[in-house]
T-cell receptor
Framework: GAGVSQSPSNKVTEKGKDVELRCDPI?????LYWYRQSLGQGLEFLIY????????KSGLPSDRFSAERTGGSVSTLTIQRTQQEDSAVYLC?????????????FGPGTRLTVL | GNSVTQMEGPVTLSEEAFLTINCTYT??????LFWYVQYPGEGLQLLLK?????DKGSNKGFEATYRKETTSFHLEKGSVQVSDSAVYFC??????????FGPGTRLSVLP
């Protein structure tokens, strides 16, 4: 497909377990962003990538959160030792380039539930 | 820093009513401005955008004009439909920086 895809679409896990969320951006998009959307809330910026590097990790809530991007394409967001407050929808977006006037394209999100 | 403020929701309207969702921003320079929409159970999708002052973005009957003098980008639609029920996010991007999103405004349109 031509859009941003994310997997899994839903993830239920137990408190204390690790989870990995995957994002496949639009082919050729150099910038990739992760956001978190808690129930009824706005978007909370987590991290963005330009190519494989992450110049801005300021939004990551704690050191339990990490992300990587390989080959300038797929990105993985990892949450270690999950807590109930991590429950949210995690959204990924890609953009043709960091500069310029173009928009972000969002994936459908991964709904994470921590029991 | 950059910030976006939106009117608080929820906004409830009857079908065919006129819609305005206010959005104001704070930014240096000349940011690009966007409205994204999130339909129930779906991801965010771009509704419209404007990249310079006095530009008007439009799509699906929605319009917003980039007003630099009032730092606003209010979303309007002349006649809403039930299918317009969604959450609307105003956002800005300052060239080379991250996107900043408003908190979102939930719109419910009743038949």
């Amino acid at each position: 497909g031509a859009g941003v895809s994310q997997s899994p679409s839903n993830k239920v896990t137990e408190k204390g377990k690790d989870v990995e969320l995957r994002c496949d951006p639009i082919s050729g998009h150099t910038a990739l962003y992760w956001y978190r959307q808690s129930l009824g809330q706005g978007l909370e910026f987590l991290i963005y990538f330009q190519g494989n590097s992450a110049p801005d990790k300021s939004g990551l809530p704690s050191d339990r959160f990490s992300a990587e991007r390989t080959g300038g394409s797929v990105s993985t967001l990892t949450i270690q030792r999950t807590q109930q407050e991590d429950s949210a929808v995690y959204l990924c977006a890609s953009r043709l380039e960091r500069g310029g006037r173009n928009e972000q394209f969002f994936g459908p999100g991964t709904r994470l539930t921590v029991l | 820093g950059n910030s976006v403020t939106q009117m608080e929701g929820p906004v409830t309207l009857s079908e065919e009513a006129f819609l305005t969702i206010n959005c104001t921003y704070t930014a240096t320079g000349y940011p690009s401005l966007f409205w994204y929409v999130q339909y129930p159970g779906e991801g965010l999708q771009l509704l419209l955008k404007a990249t310079k002052a006095d530009d008007k973005g439009s799509n699906k009957g929605f319009e917003a004009t980039y007003r630099k003098e009032t730092t606003s980008f209010h979303l309007e639609k002349g006649s809403v439909q039930v299918s317009d029920s969604a959450v609307y996010f105003c956002a800005l991007n300052n060239y080379g920086q991250n996107f900043v999103f408003g908190p979102g405004t939930r719109l419910s349109v009743l038949p």
